[in-house]
Structures are given as C-alpha cells and as structure tokens.
C-alpha cells in the first residue's frame, strides 16, 4: 500500500497546482453560492480531470514506463489520482461548511 502511495503522489505532483486551482475556484463558488452549487462543482472538478488528462497526456507520455514497470496501469494511476483529489475536496466540504451556520444562507 506504501508503493502505491508513493506512485500516486508522484503521478499527482505535476498536475497539483491545476487541481488546486480547479478545487479553489470551486470552493470560492460554494462559499459565495451556497451548497445548492455543489453538482456544478463537481462539474468543474471534472473540466480539472480532463485538464490533468490533457496536459499528462501531451506532456508526461515519457514518464508512464516508469509507471508500467512498477505493475500499474496509467488507467488506474488516473483513477487512484482523480479519486483521491475528489476524497480530499468532498472533505474539505464537509469541514468547511459544518463550521459555517447554513442559517446565515437561508431565506425565511
């Protein structure tokens, strides 16, 4: 499981930034909207994966070898990437919003 980890955040490492910037943007929208937003999010996140399908494609088909001679797919480093990247930012959800009171977002 430690190998694993290890060649998902080598995987993740060089698309981090566009990820963070999609999940910023994202959680600036959540905050802003409200959590009536999310399934757009999740949408932009989305737009983020094909970003970091594109630019590992174009720029990173040299490095999969390394990939594919420790026994992963580049399939499953992108769904072990994309998964986790989701994971963290379904967290960061649930943080940030249970310790800001909904009520303030409700019209009653």
């Given at each position: 499981m430690n ?105 009653g």
């Amino acid at each position: 499981m430690n190998k694993t980890l290890t060649l998902v955040w080598y995987f993740y490492r060089p698309v981090m930034v566009v990820d963070l910037i999609f999940t910023a943007i994202c959680l600036v929208s959540l905050l802003k909207i409200g959590v009536c937003f999310f399934i757009n999010t999740l949408i932009i996140k989305a737009l983020g994966y094909a970003a970091m399908l594109f630019y590992k494609n174009y720029f990173g088909s040299k490095t999969y070898m390394f990939y594919r001679n420790a026994g992963y797919s580049i399939s499953r480093m992108y769904v072990y990437a994309c998964s986790c990247d989701l994971a963290i930012y379904v967290v960061i959800i649930a943080l940030l919003f249970s310790f800001i009171p909904q009520h303030a977002h409700l019209k009653g």
